[in-house]
């Protein structure tokens, strides 16, 4: 198969474990992105030597995880790309904070390194939270909520024609490579000379096609306006995981579960 | 009624495409819209549906196709578009079909009973949840005409609807084209389905009409279809 052709199947396959079945599933969108939101803000929140604090917020990812079906491993594999971009976000806070923080069995650990691993954690936990709330929600349950929080028009309508054209683009670019490697066999990769003119057709394609698509809608009633999946009603039970959720970010943050731990242990 | 009236149109400078294009379609007819490749029918469907603006008069019901009467001209034409994957757009089948139904304003009852209604008449039920790239091409088409019908368009515009389908589907789609009471227009190089589901044919040729006729009459005729890079269809050319 070819490389696009497995790109866009992965794009195809959040939709589809957006599509499943399962307790988070059923969930108001509004709800779950609400939720998302509280997380990754919680997350950030934390300072930047406060590791043990944000340990345990590892909890809300995984016990998502668990109730929704969504295999961590999927997890991982589709964010291979961004994961490691994330993390070499501190990558050198080590070299430019070398005061030592605490001890750690005797081997001094400077605060460098410690606000490192915080700073990767926050970027891993944010992702996953992220993903979670796309493999869980179809895309246009998400645009419909975000409509129900006003977020202009415009910007959703954005969002979701961009999250369509990536397939479109995705899609061109498998045909035409498929097509040179026909009539290029044994060649590695596309030869650079020819890459000015394969670049300037896929565009012209992907425009020719999203222009198309475009006229596709516009014939078929499109009015700037989406009518997106069916509304489904903000009830009892929504409110009750966001409260949940709340109470659990505000708990999480502001009381010091590792410290309570450890301080039962040491005592 | 669809009217052209003197129309020419090219998409670029000294190239033209459209060439004085009068002819008449009444409520009720089935045409067809034949021609050689590059001869202009996909040209025609686009400037009729206002996607591309010429010079001369296109009428539906009486209504000039102008920029500001477009949502009301559209709303009465549905188009089967050349290329079914410029035309479906959403993940799924279903959800394309229901796409312009509840752009019009329909509720989602009625769009369902619509769509399921639809997908029975093409025998394509199995193919509504289906995810639109993990289709193959004759199935597309088939979705693609679907998500048309469900719209309940008064005219129908159709560019090579016959393409890609397998003989059974080609056949339900001629008697899909053939029950339906709106006003057809058909493009096709399928001269035999022409000839099975339009009663009038317009026959182009670098952007003019050659001939207007009746279907019978004009595809019988082989030096005219000869003329214009065609052939008698498979069913006519077997007894001549
Ligand atoms: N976007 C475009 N820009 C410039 N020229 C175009 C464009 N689209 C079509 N043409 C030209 O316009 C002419 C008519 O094209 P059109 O697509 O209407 O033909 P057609 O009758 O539908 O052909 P086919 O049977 O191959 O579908 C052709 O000569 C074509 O090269
Ligand atoms: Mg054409």
């Given amino acids: ?15 589809e474990l957006a599509a499943q079945d399962s307790p988070i599933h059923r969930l108001s969108p509004t709800a779950k992105l609400l939720a998302t939101i509280a997380y990754i803000i919680t997350v950030v929140s934390f300072r930047k030597y406060d590791l043990t604090g944000l340990v345990p917020l590892v909890l809300w990812p995984v016990l998502l ?60 936990f944010c992702l996953m939270a992220s993903f979670l709330l796309m493999a ?35 899609r061109e670019l498998a045909v035409m490579t498929d097509a040179y490697h026909l009539r290029a066999p044994g060649q590695k990769g596309i030869q650079f000379s020819a890459w000015g003119s394969f670049l300037g057709q896929l565009l012209l394609r992907s425009m020719d096609r999203a222009q198309e698509l475009y006229s596709s809608m516009l014939l078929r009633g499109y009015h700037e306006h989406f009518h997106y999946a069916p509304d489904k009603p903000f009830r009892e039970k929504d409110a009750a995981y966001l409260l949940l959720c709340l109470g659990c970010f505000a708990l999480l943050r502001y009381v010091h579960i590792a410290q309570l731990l450890g301080g039962l242990f040491v005592r | 009624m669809i009217e052209f009236q003197h129309v020419n149109f090219s998409y670029e400078k ?44 296109i009428l539906v019901d009486d209504v000039e196709v102008t920029k500001a009467n477009l949502a009301q001209i559209r709303r009465k034409l549905g188009f089967v578009l050349q290329n079914s994957d410029n035309q479906m757009f959403m993940p799924t089948v279903y959800e394309d079909m229901i796409f312009a139904p509840l752009n019009y304003g329909l509720s989602r009852e009625e769009t369902e009973r619509r769509v399921d209604a639809v997908l029975e008449r093409l025998g394509i039920s199995e193919l509504k949840q289906r995810h639109n790239h993990k289709i193959s091409g004759g199935e597309k088409r088939m979705a693609a005409i679907a998500t048309i019908l469900a719209m309940e368009p008064d005219a129908v515009l159709m ?8 003989p059974c589907n080609r056949r ?27 009663t009038r044919v317009l026959l182009v040729n670098g952007g003019r009409l050659v001939a207007d006729a009746p279907a019978e009459e004009l595809l019988r005729d082989r030096a005219l279809l000869e003329a214009n890079r065609l052939e008698l269809p498979f069913c006519l050319a077997g007894r001549g």
């Fill in chain 1, 65 to 124: 995880f668990q109730l929704s079906g969504i295999p961590v491993s999927t997890c991982f594999y589709k964010l291979r790309i961004v994961l490691p971009l994330v993390m070499a976000v501190g990558l050198f806070n080590p070299l430019f904070d070398r005061a030592p923080l605490l001890q750690l069995g005797g081997v001094a650990v400077s605060g460098g390194l410690v606000s490192m691993l915080t700073l990767m954690l926050k970027g891993v």
């Fill in chain 2, 172 to 198: 339900l789609v001629i008697n899909t084209i053939r029950d339906m009471k709106q006003t057809r227009l058909i493009a096709s190089h399928d001269l035999d389905m022409i000839l099975d589901t339009c």
């Fill in chain 1, 136 to 170: 869980t929600t179809p895309i246009d349950c998400l645009c419909a909520s975000l409509r129900k929080l006003r977020v202009p028009k415009l910007l959703v309508t954005l969002l979701l024609l961009t999250y369509r054209y990536v397939g479109v683009m995705t």
């Fill in chain 2, 159 to 166: 560019d090579e609807p016959s393409s890609a389908l397998d």
């Fill in chain 1, 1 to 15: 198969m070819n490389k696009m052709d497995k790109a866009l199947r992965e794009l195809a396959e959040m939709d």
């Fill in chain 2, 14 to 57: 000294d190239r033209p495409v459209i060439r004085d294009l009068s002819f008449r379609i009444a409520d009720g007819e089935a045409v067809g819209l034949i021609g050689a490749n590059g001869a202009g029918k996909s040209t025609i469907m686009k400037l009729l549906l206002g996607l591309l603006q010429g010079e001369g008069k």
